[in-house]
Structure formats: C-alpha cells, structure tokens
C-alpha cells in the first residue's frame, strides 16, 4: 500500500523522464518579492504569459517594515522590492495582496487561513519554509527562482521524488510544552541534516491532538531537519478548520472535496523508507544554545560539554560557543536576554498570541527588555483585538506592530543589534540571521513570554 505521499505524488506526475526528474503538475505558486523578481524577468524576455494566473499569488512580506505601513518603504533596497512585486503582479495579471491589504501578511500564514492551501494539493513558492503548507494535508515545498519561472511558464517542475519517513510522536504532551518544542526536540535528536533527502509524514497521538496552528508551526520546521518538506494527514481538525474560509469549496463541493480529503492517509501496511518513534514524555520547554537549529535542548538541561561532542564536530561546536558567548556545560536559565520576538511564519498565528498572553497577563515587560510582537498577517491582528488580547499586552506593557517577516531575518527594519540575546520564536538561529552579529535563542510563544517578564531565560512553567 502507498504511503500518503506516494498517492499525492503519484496523482501529480505529468510525466517521468527516464533517468532524471519527474515532470509534476503545481496546483498553487505563491510568490514573495524576494525570490521571483529574476522569475518574471525570464518570462519577459522570453515573451512569455504565466499558464495559469489563477493560481499563482503574490505578496510582499520579507521586506515590509512593520511599522507606518501606510508611508512609503525608507529603506531604498525594500521599497524597489516591495515596488517590483506589485508591478510584476500586474503585468502578469496575477493576484496581490499588496501592503495594508487585509488580505497581506506572511506568505505561509495567509494561504492556509484563506483556504488557499488545502489538502491534497502540490504546493510551490522560491521560500524554504513553504513546507508549512504540509499541515494541511498538502505536498509543500520551497524552490528557487529558475523554478518559480518554471511554474509560471507551465504550471509544472522538475523535480526527483524524495524518499519517505514517518516520524511518530507517541503520548500526551506535558505542561507547557508546545509544537514549537516537539520540532526543537526532533531537530535536537535528528540534527540539522537527520532528514535531507526525505519528505516527512508526521503522526502519532501528539500529532492527532495537535491544533493546526500546532501543526503549521512543526510542518514549517522540518525544512530545518534538511527534509525536502513535511505534512500531516488531513483529519476532522484539518476540516474544521478550512470550512468557511473564503477560497474553500462551499456547498456540495464542500462535501465532495471532505469525501476525497477523508481518502488522504497511508495504508496500515504502508512502507516508510525510515520511521521513528519518539514519546512526548521526553520532551520539555526547549532552548537553542547555538548557532544552528539543531543546536537545543531542555530549557532545565546544561549545555553539551566537549566531551559529549564528537572529534569532526568539535571545531564548529566551540566556534558556535563562542559566537553566542556561551561556555560548554552552562545552564541558560536565568541568563539575561535583551530583545524578545513573536511572530514569524513559524509562530506569528493568534495561537501564539493567545499563549505569549497567557504568561504575561497580570505581569509587566521586564526593564531593558525590547519586544517586538508581529502578527503573521492583518487577519490575526483583527482576531488579536476582537479577543481583548491587545488590551491584556499592552496593560503589560507590550505594543503590538503591523504583520510581516519582522526580526525573523535581517531584511527589514527589525534587526537585533551585534552582541544582544534575542528569545525568538522564528526559525532560525544562523550568525547574523537575526541582525549583524545578533544572538538567536530559538524558543517556544511561552519560553518567549516568560523571558520578556523576567529578563532572563525562564522556564513557562514556573509562571503558569
């Protein structure tokens, strides 16, 4: 029996070069200013028209500054980018959801929450963190450019079928430990490169209880395992969630599209290239102590000493050390941190507000400590304010900016100064990912809550 991955694979292949890639059908391209204006600029000079505009959409995000989005862009490199993608959307005809859209925000957030992602479907755009698709029961993943061009051109891409694997997260998850912590977790355990040249199906009773903020934020990820992408099968929760959104099938297509999506799942007797069982119990609030996300470990837990390290990766293991100013053996609770972020395509969903509330409610901003709180798109900031949620935040001394990529990588205004900690609750934790010289500690809404009223690194669940 295939596993869920073959089926929707399968079902996309347009046609199989011998001895090379797969020709494979692209139900969705999703395009940011970034990646795709080398993209349009192929089709122009090649006289071309995109095949199917209907399903290609545009939106700026890693460059919208997350403040006076009404007032031109002052960073001049932003503004021509920002500027571009509009030009090239209407040029080609395609849907944008330009900067104080409504519709605008972060790529990864707005396709799911407007039904545009949904089960079953191929989907493509030239950002690595598209595997966030994934959670919605969809092959997802990111390209490059030459390949957004290939998608415009004919809806189609070339591309070699990667192997499978089923990780299985078994039992119920402790108290404040969230998705966030599952991927930190299996990055830790898997490392960096644990999953390069496997798609993921992620499973188990942790999985099945996830919500799909939960899921979207682990799906999102698994790119950072070196997994090709990562998805969930679609269940009760996933169609719960996409009914009623403004792009899902209504009516009696409705039903037809549950009775199809219901056919998604692998067969019991379905054969993984590799799979692995881990137990929720084993699994606590995380912290990343390095300079790659699969440097992390319990919050409670002391840093690796040189000893644990084996030889080939003692040099980079010190180097990172001494980037994050950060000694072999250390605890990090109760270190003190400087900047505290909240948003990103990995945790910028009203979820993640509701939980970073929730430990701050009553509490006030820690002195010194510089946060930055941003939605992943204009409609979380609506359900942010219809839930009281900007009141709770800003009794506590927070503000909340306006959606974009913000702090989680240094493309726009939110950059961490060089030598400052930042709690962030993006993605990555690369040198200068987060600013010149800026340090990255990687961690959950609730790890992130808990050190903007403290100061320092906290363990959430002594505040809960």
């Not at 395609?94 to 957030?109: A, K, Q, R, W």
């Not at 644990?194 to 698994?222: H, K, P, Q, W």
């Not at 240094?410 to 030598?419: F, H, L, Q, S, T």
Request: hydrophobic share 40%.
């Amino acid at each position: 029996m295939n596993t869920l991955f073959d089926k929707i694979w399968d079902k996309h292949v347009v046609q199989m070069v011998e001895d090379g890639p797969t020709q494979l059908y692209i139900d969705r391209l999703y395009c940011h200013e970034v990646t795709s204006p080398q993209a349009f600029e192929g089709m122009r000079r090649r006289g071309l028209k995109c095949f199917r505009p209907a399903q290609i959409y545009c939106m700026p995000d890693h460059n919208t500054p997350t403040h006076d989005q009404d007032k031109p862009i002052e960073d001049p490199v932003s503004k021509k980018q920002v500027d571009t993608l509009a030009a090239n959307a209407a040029e080609f005809g395609l849907t944008h959801y330009g900067m104080m859209s409504p519709d605008n925000g972060i790529i990864h957030v707005v396709g799911p929450e407007k039904g545009l992602s949904l089960p079953g479907m191929t989907i493509v755009c030239g950002d690595s963190h598209t595997s966030t698709h994934g959670a919605m029961g969809a092959v997802a993943f990111g390209i490059g450019t030459s390949e957004v061009e290939m998608v415009m051109a004919s809806q189609c891409i070339l591309q070699q079928k990667p192997k499978s694997m089923r990780i299985n997260i078994e039992g119920t998850l402790g108290k404040g430990v969230t998705a966030k912590d599952v991927a930190l977790y299996l990055m830790a355990r898997l490392t960096t490169s644990g999953a390069t040249g496997y798609f993921i199906e992620y499973a188990g009773s942790v999985v099945r209880d996830m919500t799909m903020e939960g899921r979207l934020t682990l799906c999102n990820l698994s790119i950072e395992m070196g997994a090709r992408g990562g998805f969930i099968a679609p269940d009760a929760t996933t169609f719960e969630y996409i009914k009623g959104r403004q792009y899902a099938p209504a009516g009696e297509e409705w039903d037809k599209a549950v009775e199809y999506w219901k056919t998604l799942k692998s067969g019991d007797d379905a054969v993984f290239d590799r799979e692995l069982t881990f137990n929720a119990a084993d699994i606590e609030p995380m912290v990343t102590y390095g300079t790659n996300p699969g440097m992390g470990m319990g919050i409670t837990e002391a840093i690796p000493t040189l000893d644990e390290i084996d030889e080939a990766g003692k040099a980079s293991f010190s180097k990172s050390l001494d980037y994050m100013g950060f000694a072999p053996g250390e605890k990090l609770v109760g270190h003190k941190i400087d900047y505290v972020f909240l948003g990103a395509c990995t945790n910028g969903r009203i979820e993640d507000f509701r939980a970073f509330a929730s430990i701050v409610r009553g509490r006030h901003k820690a002195e010194g400590v510089t946060a930055w709180l941003v939605p992943g798109s204009w409609a979380v900031d609506k359900q942010i304010r219809e839930e009281g949620l900007d009141a709770v935040l800003a009794a506590a001394g927070f503000e909340i900016r306006q959606p974009g990529c913000s702090a989680c990588l240094a493309m726009n205004d939110d950059k961490i100064p060089a030598g400052k900690y930042s709690v962030s609750t993006s993605n990555r934790n690369f040198e200068g990912r987060q600013g010149p010289g800026a340090r990255t500690i990687l961690a959950s809404p609730l790890v992130a809550a808990a050190a903007a009223v403290t100061g320092e690194i906290t363990d959430p669940r002594t505040l809960m």
